[in-house]
């Protein structure tokens, strides 16, 4: 039982910055992993970042050293800091909740990014 609601995506010019989050409802918020994922049109979904309970993170190669994922179990909220936002960056991003046991998972309605000069 987890409902995800994401927030902070917007129009940014390239070069800038946006930093998305995504409140987690539930009582063991705690030991999902959580991640953020997007899609472009015409475009499959991809992952871009994730971070699990011990706080390990993964980033798409295409992101790596730009963003930043993290949490705060106490707030149960999930983070993405992205710097340096590029054109190719333009797509809907996705909160994204996985149990480790089985194959329950959820999603976020999404939050449009645009990255355009």
């Known amino acids: 039982q987890v409902q995800l609601v994401e927030s902070g995506g917007g129009l940014v010019r390239p070069g800038g910055s946006l930093r998305l989050s995504c409140a987690a409802s539930g009582s063991i918020f705690s030991i999902y992993t959580m991640g953020w994922f997007r899609q472009a049109p015409g475009k499959q979904r991809e992952s871009v970042a994730t971070?699990?309970?011990?706080?390990?993170?993964n980033y798409a190669d295409s992101v790596k050293g730009r963003f930043t994922i993290s949490r705060d179990n106490a707030k149960s909220t999930v983070n993405l800091q992205m710097n340096s936002l590029k054109p190719e960056d333009t797509a809907v991003y996705y909160c994204?909740?996985?149990?480790?046991?089985?194959?329950?998972?959820?999603w976020g309605q999404g939050t449009q990014v645009t990255v355009s000069s």
């Open positions: 994204n909740a996985k149990f480790p046991f089985g194959t329950d998972q959820y």
């Open positions: 971070i699990t309970s011990g706080g390990n993170t």
